[in-house]
């Protein structure tokens, strides 16, 4: 074994610093060491940043879909899950009933269901 090796093996036995289990320093008291009122602000802080990015990231991303529809670009539509209560009309009733093939805006059937074939799609609840 390198003489490099064992140094670092013996440095690395002894935590630095050595922990006490159950034992605060003299002069201090288990609350004086919490994170205290500046922790929970902080932390009540970068929360509060976090929702205001996420609302402000959102809005940016409505607007640039208007912007691009606007421009005449090809936008993907996202898939939306509709719900219907039993005895509201029959699945498939119009283009809106169910997933109709809506799911699969460029009209290749990718979803998995035979053309036609909404059985089962649509996410009925009832």
Known sequence: MSP?????LALAADPS???????????????????????????FVLALACVLLFLNMSKHLRRAGHNARQQGLPVPE???????RPGEGAEGD????????????DG?????????????GGGSVG
């Open 17 to 43: 610093p050595n922990p006490t289990e159950g034992q605060l320093r003299p002069g201090l008291e288990s609350w004086q060491v919490s994170p205290g009122l500046v922790g929970f602000l902080v932390t």
């Open 94 to 105: 119009g283009p809106d009933a169910g997933t109709g093939g809506a799911s699969a805006p």
């Open 78 to 84: 996202p898939e939306v899950i509709s719900f219907s």
């Open 108 to 120: 290749d059937g990718a979803d998995g269901a035979g053309s036609g074939s909404t059985k089962g």
């Open 4 to 8: 490099l090796f064992a140094g670092a």
